[in-house]
């Protein structure tokens, strides 16, 4: 999960490896002496390496029919997990068949936090023992509806295993704490400013399906781009990417700096991406599900119009006299517009300044608000 991309043997320590599991039951005779060699490609360097091995050994099965239920991938807090959630899409599970005869059918119950109406999937295919697979569940239009804005929890439960009785039940149920993703409102534009390498970025809209609604590569360097949406209710995710897996702001090279950013039409900055992501950046978001962006965002009664703005635009609000504003830039760069003012009312004049994106910050009444006016 990490974005470093040089090697790092025998000068940095990294995290440990992925646990690897071979059955040797065919290859050894109970009873006898038998070694086992394992060797690794060579490093550079000083290398060391530290090796933690265990040898299992158990007898038959306990039970004939047992399937288990192993983890939950989607939704999730687990850290191992963070690359793909918080999610909106289809929850993903893993099952295992700890029975000693082939699994073939099960019955898959899911629902969020006290939902008293269970969704149900009927998951067919073939497990031997200890064979596990990934299912992913359907989407349904009622599994999101007890959703609360913090606190929540992810149930499954497995039934019916061959369409038997499951003879070990302790294995059957899982609970999975997850957090919501971020609620946007519908009309949002996506500000993406390439750094020195920007053959190598690219940046995607999917829906829910998969379906790709937008993509844009080919970008110049060092160039603000401005893409504006209308969506619909429902789930998407955008993916940004980077083929040399440096992200678009790195300090260990040459690049230069990049920023990708999704703003409030009109508004302020809804969230920021990571700029250095390494090879890739998977952010999922939701219009209006499963709480609508005005419940989760307190309405502002400051307006900023029009936008775009040609040669001036308006900040209107109560007292707006009293706010302190500041004026940014693309590049973060402050600057001074000419303005004059009432006491609701301040107008600001562009006529003598680039067309572009500006970030507007606005502190007044103890509250601090960013908006960004397109100038044209």
Partial sequence: GGTWIYDRAGWCPGMATD???????????????????????????TSNYIVSNQ??????AN?????????????????????????????????????????TNLTIEYWVNDATTHETFTWTGILGFLEKEIVELPLTSTLWSSVSGLHNKFHVEIKDPNSGVDEYSFNNI?????????????????LFKTNNAAYESKWELFDDAGNQLFIRQGMANNTLYMDT???????????????????IDFWANNDGAGFARIMEV???IVAFFQADFGGSYLYNFTIDIPLTYEELNNESDIKLYPNPAKAQFFVEGRNIIDATIKIMNSMGQSINLPSNSTADRIIFNTSDVPKGVYFINIRHEERSESKTIVVE
């Fill in 174 to 190: 899982y609970t999975s704490d997850f957090t919501i993703p971020d609620v946007i409102p519908a009309n949002f534009l996506v």
């Fill in 229 to 247: 949406f209308n969506l619909s209710l429902g789930c998407y995710s955008i993916l940004i990417s980077d083929t040399d897996d440096d992200g």
């Fill in 19 to 45: 646990t690897r599991e071979w059955d040797i039951t065919p290859f050894v005779t109970p009873g006898q002496i038998h070694n086992i060699d394992y060797g690794m490609y060579v490093a550079s360097g």
């Fill in 63 to 103: 039970f004939n029919q047992d399937a288990a239920l192993i983890e939950v991938l989607e939704p999730s807090n687990r850290i191992e997990y963070f690359r793909s959630n918080p999610m909106c899409s289809n929850p993903k599970v893993v099952i295992q068949n700890t029975g000693s005869i082939m699994l």
């Fill in 266 to 268: 009109g508004g302020g």
């Fill in 55 to 60: 040898l299992v050994s158990y007898g038959n």
